[in-house]
């Protein structure tokens, strides 16, 4: 077991959106089914850090709102993993989401 931990970056865009976390997980820990597969669902609050046990294989984020979706895998591993989601201004697509690793 190893640790995630997803930082939604403070902006002004995108605060008011009710942003979703969806991190991969086994059947009986599930709270969605996403394309078949299982997933756990948190509140990502604008400023705030979520933290969760991952397995040590490869794990799929996606994070979700009303007006965007993004994806990341996480790479199979025992080291922790830490990530920073936010916004980014793109005058043709709106202000969609990025996430990097930190």
Request: aromatic content about 10%; some cysteine; glycine content about 4%.
């Amino acid at each position: 077991m190893r640790k995630l931990s997803v930082k939604r970056k403070w902006s002004i865009i995108e605060c008011a959106s009710k942003i979703n976390l969806y991190v991969q997980c086994p059947e009986e820990y599930a709270t969605h089914n996403i394309d078949g597969k299982n997933f756990r669902e948190y509140r990502l609050k604008n400023g705030k850090t979520v933290t969760t046990d991952i397995f040590d294989e490869e794990t799929l984020i996606y994070i979700d709102s009303s007006t965007m979706n993004v994806s990341y895998t996480v790479a199979a591993g025992t080291e922790d993993v830490n990530l920073l989601a936010k916004p980014h201004y793109n005058f043709a697509q709106g202000n969609p989401f990025t996430i990097e690793k930190i």
